[in-house]
């Protein structure tokens, strides 16, 4: 095979002036003569910071990255991205992905490398920067940084995130005392790592491994796990090969590669956000994937990875019991993975996969034993989300998948925050929460408030979900029937922006229906006097970001994102 040209050697090659001048000025990080000599650069793309706690061992990874990378006779040089931390970053993290895609894609092409290895592990860290290298399509592998261990609690095993929304709705009803509760937070997240409930990291974690980016067994080992610091070394020899190969990333994410996700996500049990991170990795690199799809090719799919928040077990488990290597070979045996989608490692998906055993039936469920059978978001349609809506059927209620309410509309979050605990509110739990003007433009970022708590008066007879609508988004590591992702949401005028206290709302999921029982003049008179509202800032990011980010079903992406334009620097001054 010839080798291809480098593009690092468009810096470093040569006896000119300007060779002299980036070789002399990078010796100043002690690197000797022969660092330059036609070796592959490796960009390590570094998301480390303690700021974002889940990826605060990422200083760790990286060096096991590097020494992968000079076993393998490349160049590692370690570069940072912005961080984004979903337990501190606000309003939202989802608000700066594409922020950050553009640092990771810029940073990508503007420099002098020829494969880039992606540190990635808090929610947005890994879309993020999937996006951004995406549009660069140089040879690219995502190295996650694994999850915490289990929380422990008074021998109780605590999922990141799932319990916090248990416990604070046990704390609103007397259930458990405030003491008991900041207690449990100790235990909730003692190593590091990111949430290890199957939350958006552990998820998009899972998607890296079923989309044939990362290596396998990349979505579950523990973060503290040396195995991870293995899989990390491994990665950063591979990445090297890749570079020789030129396996750059449009190898790998081909449509069949989503298709694989898809139903990887399904047979997970993973989260909804997957559904944006998904559509907008695929718009930059030109695959033309679409809402429907995740409908299509997830709908047989059934859950069988029994873990929080839809089930009952975590990360640890997971990985004990064979990982995600155990549900993509089942998925292949059952005729539902396109085994031939190549992966990384030069291999098939099918070929990685083939011998993987579960050692636990009780996490990694057979198929006769699903948790759910019918594990894949769900597409909803009807005259109150013309443009689609997911829901999440492992985490809703069974009985209110087919349910016709009164609905309660919350104008917005804060009005939501103002009238929820008043105990004149008229609600019971047949009524249908309607929350509005969450969605992308609405509440920029589309905050993660989706699964909006229960009234305390419902809550009290010991009702635990009901039906919640709306434009928004839900942390991974939440639960309920709630309909989700509402197209087009109501700060553009959608259907959403006028629904009314009282009006009857009809889910039914069986058949991908959400309605509203209005008539599309009365809709129309509605909206009339509809006004959209400001914008969150007059200038700077939030106002770009405002003006150009796409809805949900475009992924969220900024519309002049999608696309892959290549690592070729269009211009340079030497
Ligand atoms: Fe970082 Fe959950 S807060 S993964």
Redesign the pocket.
Known sequence: MTKPKLRSQGWFGGTGTHATMHRSWMKNEGLPPDSFDGRPVIGICNTFSEL????AHFRQIAEKVRRGVLEAGGLPLEFPVMSL???NLRPTAMLFRNLASMDVEESIRGNPIDGVVLLV???KTTPALMMGAASCDLPTIAVSGGPMLNGRFRGEQLG??THVWRFSEDVKVGKMSVADFMEAEAGMARSPG??MTM????TMASMVESLGMGMPGNAAIPAVDSRRAVLAQLAGRRIVEMVHENLVMSKVLTRQAFENAIRANAAIGGSTNAVIHLLAIAGRVGVDLTLDDWDKFGRDVPTIVDLMPSGRFLMEEFYYAGGLPVVLRMLSEAGLLNKDALTVNGRTIGENNADAENFNEEVIRPFDKALTRDGGVMILRGNLVPGGAVIKPSAATPALMRHRGRAVVFETIEHYHERINDPALDIDETCVMVLKNCGPRGYPGMAEVGNMGLPPKVLKKGITDMVRISDARMS??AYGTVVLHAVPEAALGGPLAVVRDGDMISLDAANRSLSIELTDEQLAERLKGWEPPPPPMTGGYQKLYFDHVLQADRGCDLDFLPGTRGAAVPRHSH
């Open positions: 974002t706690p889940c990826n931390g979903e337990s592990g808090c929610d990141s995130g990111h949430c939350g958006t990291a552990s991974g590591t």
